[in-house]
Nanobody
């Protein structure tokens, strides 16, 4: 069982930066693929980024490629999402998720555990 708690959301102006953190409990965290998803009001939950257990493989949605960076620290049981050059369309609730399989997957239904989400609001 893995429990996930996100933090770091907030209000930022367009062009600004935020770093989200996701703290995980559970001794098997280091073997899980970790992902970030987001959901804006009235929209489906969408993939943002994912990272394999070793940190050597990552995947990004086209909409965030070059602006967002996912990383993890297995010693701290934490995964991060560094978000730069933020745009108003990045406004959403951001969720951290854990996938027991050691593959990079972009479909929300593939992930086994979810955090409660953290709000990111980008003003124009």
């Amino acid at each position: 069982q893995v429990q996930l708690v996100e933090s770091g959301g907030g209000l930022v102006q367009a062009g600004g930066s935020l770093r989200l953190s996701c703290a995980a409990s559970g001794h098997t965290f280091s073997t899980y693929t970790m992902g970030w998803f987001r959901q804006a009001p009235g929209k489906e939950r969408e993939f943002v980024a994912a990272i394999r257990w070793s940190g050597g493989s990552t995947a990004y949605a086209d909409s965030v490629k070059g602006r967002f960076t996912i990383s993890r620290d297995n010693a701290k049981n934490t995964v991060y999402l560094q978000m730069n050059s933020l745009k108003p369309e990045d406004t959403a609730v951001y969720y951290c998720a854990a996938d027991r399989l050691m593959v990079l997957r972009t479909i929300p239904q593939s992930y086994d555990y979810w955090g409660q989400g953290t709000q990111v609001t980008v003003s124009s």
